[in-house]
């Protein structure tokens, strides 16, 4: 099965339209699969559900829901590290990170994906980008980011509108270059998280994209709140994560540029920047528009009668405008030394 169908091959290229693969990483997500399996695009390539080591019905739900979902278990604790097991699972030729809690929308995976058909590298959400929102991001949390966003931004020459969202997607072949921690490495002994193992691995991955020289894009995304239970998320704990993240990573830049210039190699920037995405050809916008237009969003699921129904209000699952194909995607790109 593929997520786009073979009737809708992109124009012009003569080639099969690519696969998508989706990890939702879980931990105690068993009343909340149900309402973000029934916004998952109908033909998703495959679903990748990664157990945190769940002690309710996680798994056995997201059987029910969709009998080819293929169920991973991380091999030691943390998001980063279910999202590496994902990634490592994965058969797709794209590939989608959303949360299993409801906060991130299934249903605006279209628009990552016409961005990647467009030509980008690695597409990521934005809450805070002209047509996305927060509907859960507290003042505090939000004072956070911005200030970690900054950070990046000053550090790095980019133009990040949203560093710590982890609503990503990207070509598989980008992986290798992420340079993730190796899922097959032991929990320590004392129980701690290996570094990247945690919720830092959505900073560690925007980052190494931009630092690697990829083509960066952005789209506008709603972000929810949670539809039952508790956020694993911790703001001081995991802000410092973050922001120990983002001072290592530019350490490591560092060095890189320092070889390479002795090596006499002339390196890829790691700034990026917005720029209109109108700038697209118009023959690859078209090529995108055609094949997106091949996702549909799948039937809603039946829920049993053990499934909730969502108690948020209803303003959360009001349609939002979607931007035209135009405004959807912001390319990054390189800040010039006259802008800095």
């Known amino acids: 099965m593929q997520a786009f169908s073979s009737e809708t091959n992109t124009p012009g290229n003569g080639r099969p339209s690519p696969t998508v693969s989706v990890v939702i990483?879980?931990?105690?997500?068993?009343?909340n699969l149900p309402h973000v399996f029934a916004k998952l695009p109908a033909d998703i390539t495959e679903v990748i559900v990664v157990d945190g080591g769940s002690v309710d019905r996680t798994v056995e739900v997201a059987r029910e829901?969709?009998?080819?979902?293929?169920?991973?278990?991380?091999t030691r604790k943390g998001k980063g590290n279910a999202l590496a097991c994902g990634f490592a699972a994965c058969t797709g030729d794209i590939i989608v990170m959303i949360d299993a809690d409801g906060s991130t929308d299934p249903a605006e995976i279209p628009q990552f994906i016409a961005a990647l058909?467009?030509?980008?590298?690695?597409v990521k959400g934005s809450r805070f980008g002209e047509g996305g929102h927060s509907h859960d991001i507290t003042p505090l949390r939000k004072l956070g980011n911005d200030g970690l966003n900054l950070t990046v931004n000053v550090l790095f020459g980019t133009r990040f509108t949203d560093l710590c969202y982890g609503y990503n997607a990207f070509w598989a072949r980008v992986v290798p270059s992420l340079q993730l921690p190796a899922t097959s490495l032991p929990q320590p002994a004392d129980g701690s998280k290996l570094w990247g193992d945690g919720f830092e691995i959505e900073t560690m991955i925007n980052i190494r994209a931009a630092a690697q020289g990829l083509k960066v894009a952005e789209v506008p995304s709603i972000e929810h709140e949670r539809i039952f239970g508790e956020s694993n998320l911790n703001t001081f704990r995991d802000?410092?994560?973050?922001?120990r993240t983002i001072m290592s990573e530019w350490f490591l830049a560092r060095r890189a540029r320092r070889r390479a210039?002795?090596?006499g190699v002339q390196t890829r920037p790691a700034a990026v920047e917005h720029a209109a995405s109108t700038a697209t050809s118009a023959a690859t916008?078209?090529?995108a528009a055609a094949a997106v237009a091949a996702?549909?969003?799948?039937?809603?699921?039946?829920?049993?009668?053990?499934?909730?129904?969502?108690?948020?209000?209803?303003h959360l699952n009001r349609a939002v405008r979607t931007p035209a194909p135009a405004e959807r995607a912001t390319e990054l790109a390189p800040v010039t030394a006259e802008e800095r």
């Not at 990483?25 to 009343?31: G, I, K, M, Y």
């Not at 058909?117 to 690695?122: E, K, R, Y």
Request: proline share 13%; aromatic share 2%; glycine share 6%.
């Open 239 to 243: 802000g410092t994560r973050v922001l």
């Open 117 to 122: 058909l467009a030509g980008a590298d690695f």
């Open 295 to 314: 996702i549909v969003p799948a039937p809603a699921p039946r829920l049993a009668a053990d499934h909730q129904v969502d108690p948020r209000p209803a």
């Open 65 to 74: 829901l969709r009998p080819d979902v293929k169920i991973v278990q991380q």
């Open 261 to 263: 210039r002795r090596g």
């Open 25 to 31: 990483p879980a931990l105690n997500e068993e009343r």
């Open 285 to 287: 916008s078209a090529a």
